[in-house]
């Protein structure tokens, strides 16, 4: 992808500036997403839950996100206790819960 900064307007710059960085943060999420999941498919195999492995406690755990909102991925949902508006919103639309799964 190439970009002319140069021809670009402030607003447009700062517009490119926000819109990157929404997507680094996009990106960052699901990459730890995935490396959660992969961490607890190894601890998996060899008979430990993640929490185990860390030595954390897994009372009071929130548990992995299961879903993130497809506009800002660092907006996630365990699938457990009440929907935030964003999943509200997508099933509204016409989305599943598939669409929005990680």
Same mark, same amino acid.
């Given at each position: 992808?190439?970009?002319?900064?140069?021809? +670009?307007?402030?607003?447009?710059?700062?517009?490119?500036?926000?819109?990157?960085?929404?997507?680094?943060?996009? !990106?960052? %999420?699901?990459?730890?997403?995935?490396?959660?999941?992969?961490? *607890?498919?190894?601890?998996?195999?060899?008979?430990?839950?993640?929490?185990?492995?860390?030595?954390?406690?897994?009372?009071?755990?929130?548990?992995?996100?299961?879903? %993130?909102?497809?506009?800002?991925?660092?907006?996630?949902?365990?699938?457990?206790?009440?929907?935030?508006?964003? !999943?509200? *919103? %997508?099933?509204?639309?016409?989305?599943?819960?598939?669409? +929005?799964?990680?």
């Amino acid at each position: 992808m190439n970009i002319d900064l140069e021809t +670009l307007s402030r607003d447009e710059l700062q517009k490119l500036i926000k819109d990157a960085e929404k997507a680094l943060k996009s !990106v960052d %999420a699901r990459r730890k997403a995935e490396a959660k999941r992969a961490a *607890e498919k190894a601890a998996k195999e060899f008979g430990f839950s993640l929490d185990e492995v860390m030595g954390a406690t897994v009372k009071g755990s929130k548990g992995a996100p299961k879903f %993130a909102n497809p506009a800002d991925a660092s907006q996630t949902w365990t699938g457990r206790g009440r929907k935030p508006n964003w !999943v509200v *919103e %997508a099933l509204k639309s016409g989305k599943s819960l598939e669409d +929005l799964a990680l």
